[in-house]
């Protein structure tokens, strides 16, 4: 079964740190991959998405990710963290096959320390 | 452009009650799907709707349904409430095809409380 894996359940960081939110995936075929971020109270806000080619994509607010297909890795990167990055991140996978559905990790939720 | 709403965003009913939840696509999206987040989890997929069918669902049962409207609105229903539905529903709208396709847009959610 489809699965995604985020390791942390909570990160803190100073502020000005770098920063990287690790997510791992199980499926089969090639992934349609995204982070989302959820502020509290707040739906979901998509930073960033890999569908193909270059394996490193940019997203808003500074946030990268890189695909690595041998680790089934996405992980979200930003080299420098402002204290309003605190907030909760979802890493999912695009399961287009079963209707556009999206299979979300746990979160990770980030904390900054100033 | 606008962007997906929800209504209500907070709600509380009682076991056994049912409850209905709306949700607005974005302007050009023509499919909607709905998710439900537990509390300390991320979001599960409930079901997708697209051209007024249920297209694609998710492990949940029956007494969730739901309705697409021919503005790509949509409702979700949920009959006989258990204490486990409380959670936050999730509603987001795409369209199927363009350089958006396959991308989903999340309204700010509705707070569903079952005491």
């Known amino acids: 079964a489809q699965s995604v894996t985020q390791p942390d359940i909570h990160i803190t960081v100073s502020e000005g740190a770098s920063l990287e939110l690790r997510c791992n995936y199980s499926?089969?075929?090639?992934?349609?991959l995204f982070w989302y971020v959820q502020s509290p109270g707040q739906g979901l806000q998509l930073l960033l998405k890999y569908f193909s080619g270059d394996t490193l994509v940019q997203g808003i607010k500074g946030f990268e990710a890189e695909f690595k297909r041998s680790q089934s890795s996405f992980n979200l990167r930003k080299p420098s963290v402002h204290w309003s990055d605190a907030a909760e991140y979802f890493c999912a996978v695009g399961l287009w096959e079963y209707g556009n559905k999206l299979v979300f990790g746990a979160g990770t939720i980030l904390r900054v320390k100033s | 452009e606008t962007g997906v709403t929800q209504s209500p965003t907070h709600l509380i009913k009682t076991r056994g009650q049912q409850v209905t939840l709306r949700c607005s696509s974005q302007s050009g999206h023509n499919t909607v799907s709905w998710y439900q987040q537990a509390l300390g989890q991320g979001p599960q997929f409930i079901f997708q709707?697209?051209?007024?069918?249920?297209?694609g669902r998710g492990n949940f049962p029956p007494r969730f349904s739901g309705l697409q409207f021919p503005n790509y609105s949509s409702e979700l229903n949920v009959n006989a409430l258990e204490l486990d539905d409380s959670a936050l529903y999730l509603c987001?709208?795409?369209?199927?095809?363009?350089?958006?396709?396959?991308?989903?847009?999340f309204g700010a959610g509705s707070r569903l409380t079952v005491l």
């Open positions: 499926y089969g075929a090639t992934p349609y």
């Open positions: 987001a709208s795409s369209s199927s095809g363009g350089p958006g396709a396959n991308v989903l847009t």
């Open positions: 709707y697209y051209r007024e069918e249920e297209n």
